[in-house]
């Protein structure tokens, strides 16, 4: 079974500049989500998507980050303008569903420097 | 909503010893917990989950963790460690029945070495 996929494994921006990254889920897995990483600290959940609707984007910054899920299957996650506080590992996850605590699985990540 | 303590920051244990790595919990509701493994520059893996039942769960690679609702405490055991055990270990703590489903709050880590 292939795992969470994700683009690009790196990226290096320049402050006030935009980024785009892209996750394909495991197939059939109909709950999606968004996690940031920063160094030294744990994951922490930034939106989640059950299909293609927004579960919880409580903890998005809305100001500068965006997110869709097309058609219920992949997503990308945008930053524009991006701050030095953005880097950090951007980790894609997927679920067969949300709740009952159903098992998360992670893809590599991407990694984001802003400079 | 939920948060999770893990009590130390760094583990240094020599191969074939025995480790413990310690994660506190708190929150309103029941929970399901969990344990993560994080490889350095690879995504995170589950090593082993609580959802209800027996108290004493086993996982993958020898682990297993015992959840301790009295002292709200998810901590993880191995008997004998190896090399390739080295790794950042996270513990995770999920709601049961929110309606935000399996939002997973995560502690800050702990980074086990193991030297030879």
């Known amino acids: 079974e292939a795992g969470v996929a994700q683009s690009p494994r790196y990226k290096i921006i320049e402050k006030r500049q935009s980024v785009a990254f892209w996750c394909n889920p495991i197939s059939g897995h109909a709950t999606l989500y968004w996690y940031q990483q920063i160094l030294g600290q744990g994951p922490k959940l930034l939106i989640q998507?059950?299909?293609?609707?927004?579960?919880?984007d409580s903890q998005l910054p809305k100001d500068r980050f965006s997110a869709e899920r097309l058609k219920g299957v992949d997503s990308t996650l945008k930053i524009q303008p991006a701050k030095l506080e953005d880097s950090a590992v951007y980790l894609c996850a997927s679920s067969q569903q949300g709740g009952l605590g159903n098992t998360i699985y992670f893809g590599e990540g991407s990694w984001l420097t802003v400079v | 909503a939920q948060s999770v303590t893990q009590l130390d920051s760094q583990v240094p244990v020599f191969e074939e010893a025995p480790v413990e790595l310690r994660c506190n919990y708190s929150?309103?509701?029941?929970?399901?917990l969990f344990w993560y493994v994080q490889y350095p520059n690879q995504g995170l893996q589950l090593l082993l989950k609580?959802?209800?039942?027996?108290?004493l769960v086993k996982g993958i690679n020898g682990f297993e963790a015992e959840f301790n609702k009295s002292q709200t405490s998810f901590h993880l055991r191995k008997p004998s460690v190896h090399i390739s055990d080295t790794a950042e270990y996270f513990c995770?703590?999920?709601?049961?029945?929110?309606?935000?489903?399996?939002?997973?709050?995560f502690g800050e880590g702990t980074q086990l070495t193991v030297n030879p």
């Open positions: 998507f059950q299909n293609n609707g927004v579960v919880d």
């Open positions: 609580y959802l209800s039942g027996s108290t």
């Open positions: 995770a703590v999920s709601g049961v029945g929110e309606t935000s489903g399996s939002r997973l709050t």
């Open positions: 929150s309103s509701v029941s929970v399901y």
